[in-house]
Nanobody, 116 residues
């Protein structure tokens, strides 16, 4: 079975940085598109960033220029480096995996809180 395990969330001050990790188990990681989504209470889940098996990246407008997604295929892990954090970045961040021609899998999420 597919398992995605997020880590690295926590409390950070505005303007600070945080690095999230997602370790993947039970999938062909090397050929899967990986992504990060987030959801704040009472709001829709939104796409934060995405990276293909070939390394192409996409970022949501609200995080462009501040967040960087990357992957380490040797460790089956995808990262989200977050800088210049704002209060509106506060949300639960979810890891997602999309193998070719297969259903998307989701992690359980990790809380990120940006506050003074």
């Amino acid at each position: 079975q597919v398992q995605l395990v997020e880590s690295g969330g926590g409390l950070v001050q505005p303007g600070g940085s945080l690095r999230l990790s997602c370790a993947a188990f039970g999938i062909a990681f090397d050929i899967s598109t990986m992504g990060w989504h987030r959801q704040a209470p009472g709001k829709q889940r939104e796409l934060v960033a995405r990276i293909t098996s070939g390394g192409s990246t996409y970022y949501g407008d609200s995080v462009k220029g501040r967040f960087t997604i990357s992957r380490d295929n040797a460790e089956n892990t995808v990262f989200l480096q977050m800088t210049s954090l704002k209060s509106e970045d506060t949300a639960v961040y979810y890891c997602a995996a999309a193998p070719p021609s297969n259903a998307v899998s989701w992690g359980r999420g990790t809380q990120v809180t940006v506050s003074s």
